[in-house]
């Protein structure tokens, strides 16, 4: 066990019941001091609850691992995301503000904008005027002003805007508030709500309930918040109305250096200014650099002067930078490299052997992959990517199924994922959606149908059908259809002809899924959230019981993904100006963004950083570009 320093043991003792506010630099423990103050509060109350609140679920899972080893942990301490705390407030309180009981969450995109311009044409408008496009003829303008609305629409759910906001705001558009307001119509009449929604209910709930407010505070009386600096106006107002009058107890930690989430309207604001007024902390600063080589710090130093000092046991490390032709001579030299580190074993830099899972290769967005990942293939390089925590869609007919169906059980209102099963299996869909028994009469019609599996597929419906929404048995229903899918491939006939889709792939696919399925109703269980089919799905949604990425091999990650995290050894690659900072980065504040992602992206080595560019890019339409390296690059140089 590390020792913390003066000051991070400062804040871990300091007095309780008080407002605090931790300003901390990469690396300097914030992560740690955030658990050990958690464990000094369980300590020293008897039976006094924390909310933890974390950014992403792979944080608040690292948090309960840290902490596994406390008494009571499991009632005591509820550590989740902000986006999970407002969707348990809405799932237990929702029926307070007239939300529907069972409420499906609109996570895609294409969905959404499928509900809103539905029940646009149900009411017989003209789309294109509604949508203010000018050609048409021309689809794609009309998809490029619906989402440019759909984008509207989010910013005026994270910034919490009020109808005279966008009046004021939006003098050219004096109909936005009216159409906002269609589409939230459009999404309830559906019976669902999108992402943002989550927290702008739940804070109207705490906010016009106090009641609802005080049966959260009654048993949890302090509130820790980690990534402060991430927080956008819907996140801050809601853990604002979670607190009421009464807890003074909040703790508020992150780094104005790592704000890089501006495209969902965070700002620094809240961490720095807001929280100050609110809640009068007592104000607290780490800037000493626990994790990084001095190599590493003098690097970050230069991008962001003064942000952090090194530790005086800091290992000297070595920072490596190299132009290199073009983008495959780049990925091969660091594939080079990689191998040579391998075959190096030891340093007395690293500690154990250097292993690929003791690396990272980095890079400003998952487009500049694609020529390392053929490189590692070549090489027989195992390497793993380190994906986002949204949803991954199923890919097999029956998973499709399976997907579809369990949303129109949860809400037979649910056209839009209703429409797609009857596509997938050739059925009429009905005039009137909303009946009870759509499954099973689905399931009827397609036994009536000549095509292939069709009796697979009314099963699945008619299985779904069944469940006890409250609490299904999804265990019977996994052996069940695991045992037919085997069934149904040994009866395939051996030697398919593999130029035509072949069953055997898809039958393969359809078992990897429902595995799958089945891992993630464990997990969900393992969890203790709840029972229901409903609490399962949205679990699902909202990416709170994802698989652990594989990470075998070296992991690749974009600055995102990796955000929190750290490795010995870093590549960070694609190093020019266009990909790092990004082309459409212009405005000063988009610029600084950036400079923050280039300072995550740094300050997640250890000891070795090695940095890479190539100097000319083939553009997707064959020409070749000289390339400049990255503005931040230079910095370093410098
Ligand atoms: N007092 C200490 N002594 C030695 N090592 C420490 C100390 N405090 C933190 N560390 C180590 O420094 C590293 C960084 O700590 P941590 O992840 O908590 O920092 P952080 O501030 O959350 O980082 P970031 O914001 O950059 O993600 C970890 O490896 C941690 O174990």
């Given at each position: 066990?590390?020792?913390?320093?003066?000051?991070?043991?400062?804040?871990?003792?300091?007095?309780?019941?008080?407002?605090?506010?931790i300003?901390?630099?990469?690396?300097?423990?914030?992560?740690?001091?955030?658990t050990?103050?958690?464990?000094?509060?369980?300590?020293?109350?008897?039976?006094?609850?924390?909310?933890?609140?974390?950014?992403?679920?792979?944080?608040?899972?690292?948090?309960?691992?840290?902490?596994?080893?406390?008494?009571?942990?499991?009632?005591?301490?509820?550590?989740a995301?902000?986006?999970?705390?407002?969707?348990?407030?809405?799932?237990?309180?929702?029926?307070t503000?007239?939300?529907?009981?069972?409420?499906?969450?609109?996570?895609?995109?294409?969905?959404?904008?499928?509900?809103?311009?539905?029940?646009?044409?149900?009411?017989?408008?003209?789309?294109?005027?509604?949508?203010?496009?000018?050609?048409?003829?021309?689809?794609?303008?009309?998809?490029?002003?619906?989402?440019?609305?759909?984008n509207?629409?989010?910013?005026?759910?994270?910034?919490?805007?009020?109808?005279?906001?966008?009046?004021?705001?939006h003098?050219?558009?004096?109909?936005?508030?009216?159409?906002?307001q269609?589409?939230?119509?459009?999404?309830?009449n559906?019976?669902?709500i999108d992402?943002d929604?989550?927290?702008?209910?739940?804070?109207?709930?705490?906010?016009?309930?106090?009641?609802?407010?005080?049966?959260?505070?009654?048993k949890?009386?302090?509130?820790?918040?980690?990534?402060?600096?991430?927080?956008?106006?819907?996140?801050y107002?809601f853990?604002?109305?979670?607190?009421?009058?009464?807890?003074?107890?909040?703790l508020?930690?992150?780094?104005?250096?790592?704000?890089?989430?501006?495209f969902?309207?965070?700002?620094?604001?809240?961490?720095?200014?807001?929280?100050?007024?609110?809640?009068?902390?007592?104000?607290?600063?780490?800037?000493?650099?626990?994790?990084?080589?001095?190599?590493?710090?003098?690097a970050?130093?230069?991008?962001?002067?003064?942000?952090?000092?090194?530790?005086?046991?800091?290992?000297?490390?070595?920072?490596?930078?190299k132009?290199?032709?073009?983008e495959?001579?780049?990925?091969?030299?660091?594939?080079?490299?990689?191998?040579?580190?391998l075959?190096?074993?030891?340093?007395?830099?690293?500690?154990?052997?250097?292993?690929?899972?003791?690396?990272?290769?980095?890079?400003?967005?998952?487009?500049?992959?694609?020529?390392?990942?053929?490189?590692?293939?070549?090489?027989?390089?195992?390497?793993?990517?380190?994906?986002?925590e949204?949803?991954?869609?199923?890919?097999?007919?029956f998973g499709?199924?399976?997907?579809?169906?369990i949303?129109?059980?949860?809400?037979?209102?649910?056209?839009?994922?209703?429409?797609?099963?009857?596509?997938?299996?050739?059925l009429?869909?009905?005039?009137?959606?909303?009946?009870?028994d759509?499954?099973?009469?689905?399931?009827?019609?397609?036994?009536?149908?000549?095509?292939?599996?069709?009796?697979?597929?009314?099963?699945?419906?008619?299985?779904?059908?069944?469940?006890?929404?409250?609490?299904?048995?999804?265990?019977?229903?996994?052996?069940?259809?695991?045992?037919?899918?085997?069934?149904?491939?040994?009866?395939?006939?051996?030697?398919e002809?593999?130029?035509?889709?072949?069953?055997?792939e898809?039958?393969k696919?359809s078992?990897?899924?429902?595995?799958?399925?089945?891992?993630?109703w464990?997990?969900?269980?393992?969890?203790?959230?709840?029972?229901?089919?409903?609490?399962?799905?949205?679990?699902?949604?909202?990416?709170q019981?994802?698989?652990?990425?594989?990470?075998?091999?070296?992991?690749?990650?974009?600055?995102h993904?990796?955000?929190?995290?750290?490795k010995?050894?870093?590549?960070?690659?694609?190093?020019?100006?266009?990909?790092?900072?990004?082309?459409?980065?212009?405005?000063?504040?988009?610029?600084?963004?950036?400079?923050?992602?280039?300072?995550?992206?740094?300050?997640?080595?250890k000891?070795?950083?090695?940095?890479?560019?190539?100097?000319?890019?083939?553009?997707?339409?064959?020409?070749?570009?000289l390339?400049?390296?990255?503005?931040?690059?230079?910095?370093?140089?410098?």
């Amino acid at each position: 066990m590390i020792s913390l320093s003066p000051e991070q043991n400062e804040i871990v003792n300091a007095p309780i019941g008080q407002p605090m506010r931790i300003l901390a630099s990469a690396g300097s423990g914030k992560t740690r001091v955030l658990t050990e103050r958690i464990r000094h509060i369980l300590k020293s109350t008897k039976k006094e609850g924390i909310i933890a609140l974390t950014f992403t679920n792979k944080a608040a899972e690292e948090m309960q691992y840290r902490l596994e080893n406390c008494e009571n942990i499991e009632e005591r301490v509820w550590i989740a995301t902000i986006h999970s705390v407002a969707q348990r407030v809405l799932e237990q309180y929702g029926h307070t503000i007239g939300l529907p009981s069972e409420l499906q969450i609109y996570e895609k995109d294409e969905d959404r904008m499928e509900v809103f311009m539905q029940s646009l044409r149900e009411e017989g408008i003209d789309i294109d005027e509604y949508l203010n496009v000018d050609n048409s003829r021309e689809q794609r303008n009309r998809e490029k002003n619906l989402q440019r609305y759909m984008n509207e629409f989010s910013l005026i759910k994270r910034d919490l805007l009020t109808e005279e906001d966008i009046v004021s705001s939006h003098s050219e558009n004096l109909v936005l508030w009216e159409m906002y307001q269609d589409y939230q119509n459009a999404l309830l009449n559906s019976g669902g709500i999108d992402y943002d929604d989550i927290l702008v209910y739940a804070h109207q709930i705490l906010l016009t309930h106090e009641w609802i407010g005080n049966v959260y505070r009654a048993k949890y009386k302090h509130v820790c918040v980690d990534e402060g600096q991430d927080l956008n106006r819907a996140q801050y107002e809601f853990i604002k109305a979670l607190c009421g009058e009464t807890i003074k107890s909040v703790l508020i930690v992150g780094d104005p250096d790592q704000m890089i989430y501006g495209f969902n309207g965070s700002s620094i604001q809240y961490l720095c200014k807001q929280f100050d007024n609110d809640f009068s902390p007592i104000k607290f600063k780490l800037n000493k650099n626990y994790r990084s080589s001095e190599a590493v710090i003098s690097a970050a130093n230069k991008l962001k002067p003064q942000s952090q000092v090194g530790h005086e046991y800091a290992l000297k490390g070595q920072l490596i930078i190299k132009a290199l032709d073009d983008e495959n001579a780049e990925a091969n030299w660091i594939v080079e490299e990689i191998k040579n580190l391998l075959h190096l074993r030891m340093d007395s830099d690293i500690e154990g052997e250097i292993t690929l899972d003791k690396m990272v290769i980095i890079a400003r967005n998952r487009f500049i992959f694609s020529r390392i990942e053929q490189a590692l293939t070549n090489n027989g390089i195992i390497y793993s990517i380190r994906k986002g925590e949204r949803n991954q869609e199923p890919e097999s007919l029956f998973g499709k199924i399976l997907d579809h169906a369990i949303r129109i059980k949860l809400n037979s209102k649910d056209w839009v994922n209703g429409k797609k099963l009857c596509n997938l299996l050739n059925l009429n869909p009905p005039t009137k959606w909303g009946q009870d028994d759509l499954l099973n009469t689905w399931a009827q019609q397609i036994s009536t149908i000549d095509q292939n599996n069709s009796d697979l597929y009314s099963t699945i419906l008619r299985s779904v059908n069944e469940w006890d929404v409250s609490n299904p048995n999804i265990p019977k229903f996994v052996r069940d259809f695991e045992r037919k899918l085997k069934e149904l491939a040994d009866s395939l006939p051996i030697n398919e002809d593999t130029s035509v889709e072949n069953p055997a792939e898809e039958l393969k696919r359809s078992l990897d899924e429902l595995n799958e399925f089945s891992e993630s109703w464990i997990r969900f269980k393992r969890k203790g959230t709840g029972d229901s089919l409903s609490a399962f799905r949205n679990a699902i949604a909202l990416g709170q019981i994802a698989k652990d990425v594989n990470e075998n091999g070296i992991t690749l990650s974009t600055v995102h993904t990796m955000k929190g995290l750290e490795k010995d050894i870093v590549f960070l690659m694609g190093m020019c100006d266009g990909v790092f900072p990004d082309y459409r980065a212009n405005t000063q504040r988009e610029i600084e963004e950036e400079r923050n992602n280039a300072f995550v992206a740094i300050t997640r080595a250890k000891r070795w950083l090695y940095i890479t560019y190539p100097k000319k890019r083939v553009m997707p339409w064959g020409d070749e570009r000289l390339q400049r390296p990255s503005r931040f690059l230079v910095e370093i140089q410098e």
